[in-house]
């Protein structure tokens, strides 16, 4: 995990969730100088990422669905300058690692797995574990670490792997900006 990562307690994906996470400064300062709103709409942030950053667009060049899509996009998205189209916003954060508690690893493990399009993910198992093999190669299967908590120390019992972005999706952009919301 990165040496500048922060961390925070977060309700997503159905599972209150502790992050580790990166702030892009730069977009947060434009954010507020502009007083942008979140990007919680996916046919937003498909039209966004279809957007050059910082380059003019022309609004004749869009399609009919695109240039709807574009009078929906919230403040501070995007500039229009004459006839064109500039986009501004990028992610807000970037999540690097997402650990998820629970009681026992089978119900955890099912609700890290849900992350796993958008960051490194981890258990956090309170006390004993139960069936200790199985649950080590279950979570080192899937990528998941395995982290127990005992007498107020945690132990990395497997450690998580390194997350691989494959692609960029409208999908892993909403969820930092789902994460950003309830940061600020």
Same mark, same amino acid.
């Not at 994906?13 to 507020?32: F, K, M, P, W």
């Not at 240039?67 to 500039?86: F, N, Q, W």
């Given at each position: 995990?990165?040496?500048?990562? =922060?961390?925070?307690?977060? #309700?997503?994906?159905?599972?209150?969730?502790?992050?580790?996470?990166?702030?892009?400064?730069?977009?947060?300062?434009?954010?507020? /100088?502009?007083?942008?709103?979140?990007? &919680?709409?996916?046919?937003?942030?498909?039209?966004?990422?279809?957007?050059? &950053?910082?380059?003019?667009?022309?609004?004749?060049?869009? #399609?009919?669905?695109?240039?709807?899509?574009?009078?929906?996009?919230?403040?501070?998205?995007?500039?229009?300058?004459?006839?064109?189209?500039?986009?501004?916003?990028?992610?807000?954060?970037?999540?690097?690692?997402?650990? *998820?508690?629970?009681?026992?690893?089978?119900?955890?493990?099912?609700?890290?797995?849900?992350?796993?399009?958008? /960051?490194?993910?981890?258990?956090?198992?309170?006390?004993?574990?139960?069936?200790?093999?199985?649950?080590?190669? =279950?979570?080192?299967?899937?990528?998941?670490?395995?982290?127990?908590?005992?007498?107020?120390?945690?132990?990395? *019992?497997?450690?998580?792997?390194?997350?691989?972005?494959?692609?960029?999706?409208?999908?892993?952009?909403?969820?930092?900006?789902?994460? #950003? =919301?309830?940061? #600020?």
């Amino acid at each position: 995990m990165p040496a500048d990562s =922060q961390t925070a307690l977060v #309700n997503i994906l159905g599972s209150q969730t502790l992050i580790a996470y990166r702030v892009d400064e730069r977009e947060r300062r434009r954010r507020a /100088c502009a007083r942008a709103e979140a990007l &919680l709409r996916p046919e937003v942030l498909e039209l966004l990422m279809s957007l050059p &950053l910082e380059e003019p667009v022309a609004v004749s060049s869009l #399609n009919p669905a695109e240039r709807r899509t574009l009078a929906k996009i919230p403040l501070g998205a995007v500039s229009r300058h004459g006839e064109a189209v500039v986009r501004r916003a990028v992610q807000p954060i970037r999540v690097d690692l997402a650990v *998820v508690p629970g009681r026992g690893w089978e119900s955890a493990l099912e609700r890290a797995g849900r992350f796993a399009p958008f /960051c490194a993910r981890a258990i956090l198992v309170e006390g004993p574990l139960r069936r200790p093999q199985e649950a080590m190669v =279950q979570t080192d299967f899937y990528g998941i670490g395995l982290l127990l908590a005992r007498k107020g120390a945690v132990e990395v *019992v497997v450690p998580p792997r390194p997350f691989v972005r494959k692609r960029f999706t409208a999908a892993s952009w909403q969820f930092t900006e789902e994460i #950003n =919301q309830q940061l #600020n």
